[in-house]
């Protein structure tokens, strides 16, 4: 990758940083600067801005809840080709809380504009000036100009949809120990008049909705969450319950006035990347430095982004929807937007990342696409996904799974330029199991219970995450285990195991094995407890036994 883009940054052309015009990212900039633009090989917008952004503060379509990444590389992009196209005539409205010097240090300062950086696997860029985004808006109530325009957003009967993507975080009421967030608590106990929570701000958005008319309206989850859209729905109704509306209440409790949709959405768009930045600047475009938020997480006026995007929604909207369908998003029943989310989680792409994590840890990999140049981690991917994934896999319809996993393992995974490192990716791993790789063991014991004992790479998967949470590597270097919420009861059960030293682990590692909520099922059961154990005898002989116990088996 640093190749590529040491490549990339030198081809600057004569409106470039080496000619001493420095182009603006701005309204102006991108106006009086456009064969600059051009020339450096940006994508400009195709519409009339200003008349765009008059048309959709007079008549708003869409506000969307969420100022980071994937907005702007997927949704954003979206509207902008439709608005190119003249489908759309209205732009999107962007709310941020959350990390409110995102929109007052990356959104204003540059008239709502960013630049979209398309990485492709094989190693070329596609550079976009995303316009579609025509107002940027800071949610907290203690911003009083932008919190009136949120009620008068509200109050308008052309407002088609709201949609998030405020991370799964964004929609918990409570903490881990079950208490209200005291945010939450406050907005509960105090009402609609100045709440401070971000749901308890929506919350109150779609009360003031309701006092205007009772408008309909979708609220679009386009988190990557399971059953998004009921999560939305549920949070929302416990803030309500707590102002005791009975009419408001049923208006929110009405899917024919307000909408919950749920969606699968699937698009890798990582932090913004400093070799990025620097072809950039490269291009002599100014001010496009990174900011670090108050909450840890880093933004820039630009986004860097794979190719590939996957958006199904459930199609129920009451007060009517843009012609999304005509930008590449799809449109189903809620049966089948669960199904496409099944096929990924299941089968296409999670278990393959799962996987890759925890062997990428072993072998010291500190990237996904790294590992992909393995040829048995590479072989071992596929041979869960087409082998023993696709067999089973849960056909959506309105996707392909073969041609959704094609594109993972040609694709994705092996983008250079995309940071997916294992480490964070094995994450909470014992949460992650049951789902990954548990439902296709279920099926497989449905349909034909002698098939399970054919499995060869599952139990492969489950014997290396085993051997993982030894935290040695393969060479026999210790290395830190990434954050899981059961690690305390994980570890006493392969304490004393060492390299070479593997005695007794059958029932040291019982209480694992038979743990159907890391699973899905218990492994003895199931009949794979067995070959589970072999394979974690084999990994655990001694230094290099990780990589020996691969070849042997993923190559068989």
Known sequence: MAEILEKIGKQTTVCGKDSGVTMELTRRGICEERQCFLDAGYALPEFDIETVTAKTKAEPVWLHFGTGNIFRAFQANVVQQLLNEGVMDRGIIAAGGSSPEIVERVYRPHDNLGVLVTLKADGRTEKTVIGSIVESLVTGSDYAEDYARMQEIFRSPSLQLISFTITEKGYRLKDGDGKYLPAVAQDMANGPGHPVSYLGIVTAML???????ALPLACVSMDNCSHNGDVLRESILEIAEAWADAGFLAYLSDAARVSFPCTMIDKITPRPDARVEAMLAADGIAGLEQIATA????????????????????????????????????????ATVERAERMKVCTCLNPLHTALAVYGCLLGYERISDEMKNPVLRRMAERIGYQ????????PGILSPEQFLDEVLRLRLPNPFLPDT???????TSQKLSVRFGETVKCYLASD???????????????????????????GRAFSLSPDPM??????????????????AGEKLRPILENAAVFGVNLYEAGLAEQVLAYFAELSEGTGAVARTLERYVQE
């Open 207 to 213: 009360y003031e909705r309701y006092k205007n008319g």
């Open 295 to 334: 909450k840890g997480t880093f933004a820039a006026p630009f986004v860097n982004a794979e190719e590939c995007e996957y958006l199904v929604i459930e199609d129920q909207f009451p007060n009517g929807r843009p012609a999304l369908e005509k930008g590449g998003i799809l449109f189903a029943d809620r």
């Open 388 to 395: 023993e994934g696709l067999p089973v896999v849960t056909d």
């Open 422 to 428: 294992p480490q964070r990716i094995a994450t909470d």
């Open 449 to 475: 219970a002698r098939a399970v004992g054919e499995l060869r790479m599952i139990p492969l998967i489950f014997a290396g995450w085993l051997r993982y949470l030894m935290a040695v590597d393969d060479e």
């Open 487 to 504: 690690l305390g009861t994980l570890l006493p059960c392969v304490a004393g195991l060492k390299l070479g030293q593997t005695e007794g």
